[in-house]
Each structure stands twice: as C-alpha cells, then as structure tokens.
C-alpha cells in the first residue's frame, strides 16, 4: 500500500484506503472478498507507515499512542462522572499487564482498544455531561471509534454498539420519571423487545451474525481452533454441540477459562508462568468479590442502568470469545476486549477497592461512591 501511494500517487492510494477499491492496482489480484475484513489491519497501518517513511517501529509506536489516547480519554471520563472509581479505571484500563501488553504495537487490539476508548469515552461525555460547545465533536469521536472497531473486529463493534442500546433503553424506561407508574414487567418486556429488534438489526450487518448460521459459525471457528491448538493449552468442550442450548450449558466453564486458565498449575514455560500469575491475581479479586457479595445488605440502583448492561457485555462477550478461540495462548490476546471491564468492575467491591486504597492511597470524596453502589 506504501508502494502504491508512491508509484500511483496519493490520490489512488486515498481511494484504496477510504472505500477499499483495489480495482487498477496491484492488489487487485492478492485481494480477496472473502478475507476482506483481514486487509483493513494493513489499511490502517500503512497510514503511520506513510508518515514515517515506512519505518516499521515508529509506527508500531503511533498506533501504541492511539490506543492509549482513546483509553486515556475513556478514563478520564469515568474519572469525572465516577470520581471515586479514577484508580481502579486506570489500574484497569492503562496499567494492567496484559491489558497494555495486547493493545500496544502492530496489532488489531491497539486499533480495537483505541477505538473503543474513544466510543465510550464520547458516550459518557454525550450521556452525562453538558456539553454546549462540543458535542458534534464527541458524536464525532464515538462514530469514528464505532467505525475503527467495525474495520477490526465486527463482532466486538455490534456487541458494544448493543451495550449502549440497552444502557440508554434501561434508562429511558427505567429510570424515567413520567413512567415510574407502569408496571417493572411491562418495562421489562419493552427492553426485551426493543433490544431483541435492534439485536437483529445488528445481525443482518454481517453473515457470520445471522441468528440462524451464528452457532454453526461458532462451533466451526471453535473446532478449526481446536485442530490448531493439538498439544497446546486450550480449554476442551468435549460435548459441545453447535446449539443455543449447548452453548447455555457450557457458558459457565467457558467464561472461568476464559477468564482465569491457565491455571498456576498448568504453566509449562516463562510466557505461561507469567500469565498464570497475572489469572492468580484475577482469582483473588474475584474471591474478594464474591465475599462482598454474599455480605451485601441492601442495593442502591442510581447507575443500575450501566453496570446491567455492561455486565451482560462482559458475560455475553467473554463466553462466546471463549468458544470461537480456545487456544489459550491466543485468547489472552482475544479477551482484551473484555479483561479491562472485569478487573475495573472487580475492584470496585469493597474489599479490593479498600485493598487498592491501602497501595495506591487516594483524596476520599464526598459524592455518591459507584464503587460502593457496585460493591452493593
């Protein structure tokens, strides 16, 4: 692609790059429909490769800096309309090892982690925030960052495109005073149908997400993996069949391997031995909260609206990465997409975010805690 803004100018190499037309280039013939979403990566990278005169490193950097710009924003604005939970929003988002290890360099995740930290970041500005003077530029930013996930990823861009579908809903209905008459139940069938419409929408976007073919597409990508991953650590679901029931039964043992395997147990070599470590780390924040959970007494619902719907995005999400990629080695990368949103929401019960106050000592304030309305 470099090649080609060099030999056949900038204006051939612009319409490439902006409506993916190889036709009269080159890549006409390398290019094909088929793997059409797996050339968007290298439209994407030949833009810093251009502004560095094809220097590999320097743009591994740029998209290095991307990732951490669209985080950075993201956390900022959990910072300002969620104060008490800055630490565990940075811990999560910008310092978690494998976090900031998968979404730095040449790789779909910096594309994907910036894109998305500039979607939701935007999303809390547009949700929360009087904004007078900027918010074509923050719906702007959320589109951009929606597009940037869609090019990557797809799938990772209609589930978080559904996430914020189903925040707003619960707040319009749940949470709005002129409907505080009508029944929960019927509030409840609403969000259902609402969200069950604009979850079909979503899946005519692509084939792979059409209802009908999507647990074929899944157990297909899940034994392709498997094959690849002989005498690999990986996680077996021996009686897995390519059904919305099967898919139920094992989401439980899906979403604990995904999330804390490879065991400390099961390390074989250094790169495992630091990934176990890091899972141990995940099991004792995860223990911590469960104790507070069976420890609650009571249930504030002011920002119920989010955490449901982000809590559907982590368990829907984590399960069906945990099917389509098996493999260990390649899900740790995979699960970035959900890791930073499980390590935020797991400091933020009272025993981790008392455990984090005593490393990283922090100015109390006085609003409303969403680190206490979680933890309850």
């Avoid at 000592?361 to 979680?374: C, K, N, S, T």
């Amino acid at each position: 692609m470099t090649d080609l803004a060099h030999e056949q100018g900038i204006g051939t190499y612009l319409h490439y790059l902006l409506f993916n037309d190889p036709a009269g280039t080159p890549l006409q013939g390398l290019q094909k429909p088929f793997y059409e979403s797996a050339w968007n990566m290298p439209r994407l990278l030949s833009v810093p490769m251009l502004l560095t005169d094809g220097n590999y490193y320097l743009s591994s950097i740029y998209l290095s800096l991307f990732s951490f710009a669209g985080l950075w924003l993201f956390v900022n604005a959990l910072a300002r309309y969620f104060p008490t939970t800055a630490i565990p929003a940075v811990v999560a988002f910008l310092v978690f090892p494998s976090v900031v290890y998968w979404s730095s360099g040449v790789l779909k995740e910096s594309v994907l982690m910036g894109g998305m930290g500039l979607l939701l970041g935007s999303s809390l500005y547009l949700l929360f925030g009087k904004l007078r003077r900027k918010p074509v530029l923050c719906l702007l930013l959320a589109l951009l960052g929606l597009y940037l996930i869609w090019l990557v990823k797809y799938f990772v861009a209609v589930a978080i495109a559904l996430t914020l579908a189903l925040a707003l809903l619960l707040r319009l209905i749940f949470y709005n005073p002129k409907l505080a008459h009508i029944h929960w139940l019927l509030k409840g069938l609403a969000i259902l149908v609402l969200i069950s419409g604009i979850a079909w929408l979503g899946t005519q976007l692509n084939p792979n997400l059409n209802l009908e073919v999507l647990p074929d597409v899944v157990y297909k990508n899940y034994q392709v993996s498997l094959l690849a991953s002989q005498g690999k650590p990986r996680i077996d679901f021996p009686f897995l069949e390519p059904t919305y029931l099967s898919f139920a039964l094992h989401s439980q043992l899906a979403f604990i391997g995904m999330l804390f395997r490879p065991f400390i147990w099961e390390v074989y070599n250094v790169r495992t031995f630091v990934a176990a470590l890091e899972n141990t780390l995940l099991l004792l924040l995860a223990f911590g909260f469960l104790r507070d959970l069976f420890e609650a007494g009571r249930v504030k619902w002011r920002f119920g609206f989010l955490l449901t719907a982000l809590l559907v995005y982590v368990l829907v999400m984590g399960v069906l990465l945990a099917y389509s990629m098996p493999n260990l080695g390649t899900l740790n990368r995979y699960r970035v997409a959900v890791l930073p949103f499980v390590v935020y929401l797991l400091l933020l019960c009272k025993t981790n975010s008392h455990l984090l106050r005593y490393l990283i000592p922090a100015r109390q304030h006085e609003e409303d805690e969403p680190a206490q309305i979680a933890a309850d």
